[in-house]
């Protein structure tokens, strides 16, 4: 069995004798090599350019047993595709080139032809499925439309993100008319991404835990459920939505083929307030990379002991890897993953 196909088995839930590992945002700062290539060129450069995200999305392959490759690239295409370009501020972070602010903004965002202004996303998925030959599983990914929404409604990176929320809530009616937008735009997109050769589609709702729960399921969930109706049966379909543990039910019920959880609830925890039928990916801190291999070995062995009885486990992050992570750090992480016997 290849790495490719015990991703895949994984998602299907069947029980394999240690579980498949991948690590959200494999690309970063904690890479020379990626480091090496930042000196050159710009994010958006890496980004926007085939052959250099097939480069930067293979270095994390090169030096680790990984069984899946994440495509490098960002979130923020869609609603630069959509006409609200974006930028990395100096002092970290992300600025939008404008703020919507009223429902004439949010009419004037174009969400025809996506596939057509993100052919180079779907140019680096071509040459990343040729180079990984069916060896590793490809993953594609893009944000949930809440959480694309907060970057475009608080114009970029925020600390309290009043301006959305003042929006979903004094003003639902243009709330609405953005997130279908959003749900239409990324569906085609994740279409896109498949046609191209994707084994499965990462839905990242990193910013689902900040609004209200009594308003996650209309804030947030039901354009996630939309976007899984309406292609969940074409490909898999990973959720992973950042200090939403409470909800776990509510998810299960936009029938993902997977849920991935953060670090604030113990995988054992998760595992019981999942169905079955449903696998769990995660969940070890990332900081956990900041200390030294004994350290991670142990945490490592605590996540697999406790998931050992239950099909359906891929072993990941509870959240991006962090730049200041150790490489030592994380051969650690993926050899105990790789040599653990269930």
Same mark, same amino acid.
């Given at each position: ?155 970029? $990176? $925020? ?25 239409? $735009? ?40 939309? #976007? ?45 307030? #999942? ?68």
């Amino acid at each position: 069995m290849n790495s490719r196909e015990r991703f895949l088995n994984a998602l299907k839930c069947q029980s394999l004798d240690r579980p498949p590992i991948w690590v959200m945002r494999q690309a970063g700062r904690y890479l020379p090599e990626y480091r090496a290539l930042k000196e050159k060129y710009t994010f958006l450069e890496l980004v926007q350019t085939p052959e250099l995200a097939l480069e930067v999305t293979l270095q994390p392959l090169r030096r680790f047993r990984l069984d899946a490759a994440i495509l490098f690239s960002d979130i923020l295409v869609i609603p630069e595709a959509m006409g609200q370009s974006y930028h990395f501020r100096d002092t970290g972070g992300i600025t939008m080139n404008f703020r919507l602010e009223n429902r004439q903004q949010v009419e004037a965002l174009d969400s025809t032809r996506i596939e057509e202004k993100l052919n180079y996303v779907s140019d680096a998925l071509k040459l990343i499925h040729t180079e990984l030959s069916g060896s590793k599983a490809l993953l594609g990914f893009g944000g949930s439309p809440w959480t694309l929404a907060t970057y475009m409604v608080e114009g970029g $990176s $925020s600390k309290n993100f009043e301006q959305i929320k003042s929006l979903f809530y004094s003003d639902r009616p243009t709330f609405d008319a953005l997130m279908h937008k959003l749900t239409n $735009s990324l569906i085609h997109y994740f279409k896109m991404q498949k046609a191209a050769g994707v084994d499965a589609i990462q839905i990242f709702d990193s910013w689902g835990g900040i609004i209200a729960g009594t308003d996650y399921e209309h804030a947030s969930l039901k354009w996630i459920r939309r #976007i899984i109706d309406a292609i969940g049966n074409e490909i898999p379909i990973i959720l992973y939505a950042k200090g939403t543990s409470v909800h776990l039910s509510e998810q299960c019920a936009t029938n993902p083929n997977a849920i991935s959880v953060d670090w604030t609830i113990s995988i054992k925890e998760a595992s019981k307030r #999942i169905n079955g039928n449903i696998a769990i990916q995660g969940n070890m801190d990332p900081s956990i990379l900041n200390t030294n291999p004994e350290i991670v070995r142990n945490q490592v062995l605590k996540i697999l002991e406790a998931m050992h009885n239950r099909p359906g486990h891929i072993f990941n992050l509870g959240h991006g890897i962090h730049p200041t992570a150790k490489i030592e750090n994380m051969e650690a992480l993926v050899e105990t993953v790789a040599g653990y016997k269930a």
